[in-house]
């Protein structure tokens, strides 16, 4: 029955857009849910999954913590640090994809014969390091202290 209601409602709202009444309410069951899920972040997301996750699957668990405010501070608690993870696995994957395409950009500059844009160090002469005795070598027979 309710499945017959809401398929006359959209079969009303597509073929007669232009009535005030489906307007108002296109309004309450399209414009303004998709505006309040636009507001939401990545944080609230993964919020409302985990906590559905234990309201369904933990019913247990709830039992077993007192309360649904108490579950709800727990899937918050694993929400932040699903996002902390997501986000550091981001950055990481990043950073692996910056360092191959680099890799890469020189191996097909040195397959074309290019030089690469990164300039190359110039090499530059050792020099030999010259080392001063120790104050406790034997340089002088090991008798500078008797004298």
């Known amino acids: 029955m309710t499945a017959?209601?809401?398929a006359l409602l959209l079969l009303t709202m597509k073929l007669f857009p232009d009535v005030p009444v489906v307007r108002?309410?296109?309004d309450v069951l399209v414009v303004k849910p998709v505006a309040w899920l636009d507001a939401l972040e990545r944080r609230h997301?993964?919020?409302?999954?985990v906590f559905i996750g234990i309201a369904l699957g933990g019913f247990e668990m709830i039992a077993v913590l007192g309360s649904t405010d108490v579950a709800a501070l727990l899937?918050?608690?694993i929400s932040l640090y699903l996002d902390?993870?997501?986000a550091v696995w981001t950055m990481a994957t990043i950073g692996k994809v910056r360092g191959a395409a680099a890799y890469l950009r020189g191996r097909i500059a040195g397959a074309l014969g290019r030089r690469p844009s990164a300039r190359t160090r110039k090499r530059r002469a050792r020099v030999a390091a010259t080392r001063k005795p120790a104050n406790d070598s034997d340089?002088?027979?090991?008798?500078?202290?008797?004298a």
């Open 84 to 86: 902390t993870v997501i």
């Open 75 to 77: 899937a918050w608690d």
């Open 139 to 146: 340089a002088d027979g090991g008798l500078a202290w008797a």
């Open 4 to 6: 017959a209601l809401l």
């Open 24 to 26: 108002a309410i296109h």
């Open 45 to 49: 997301m993964i919020f409302a999954l």
